[in-house]
């Protein structure tokens, strides 16, 4: 029965070093998984940038934001803002002038239409004679 003991006793202890090997196996690939995670997401935030909108809920900015927000709430609802009603001088724009010919040209200037016609246009790929 001693013998038995003792063998089961040596198998448990092996069975503990496996343990320990598979525990620390876990906890270092866990550490390559954050440390892939991180990269991941500095990578996101560098391609697509920051995104106002979103926020940490576990992160420190989270809860400074949420008292900042929570107290002018609070301002927002006990203290009434006056307002006042103040008018503007009206003004005239100015049209701006997209470019184009008739913009640009005035109306009465004089039109002269000229046509450039080269006598004889062949076809270079064809030797045919152009037609009008």
Known sequence: ???????LK???QAKDADLKNVK???AAAQADFKLAEEKLRRAMKRMFGSN???IAIDGDIYEQLSFVLNEAELISDTEPVETETVEVKGHKRKRVKSGSVE??????APIEIKEHRPDDIICPECAVRWKK
């Open 10 to 12: 040596e198998d448990l």
């Open 24 to 26: 620390e196996d876990l």
């Open 103 to 108: 913009d640009i040209i005035p109306a009465d």
């Open 52 to 54: 106002s909108e979103h």
């Open 1 to 7: 029965m001693s013998e038995e003991n003792r063998t």
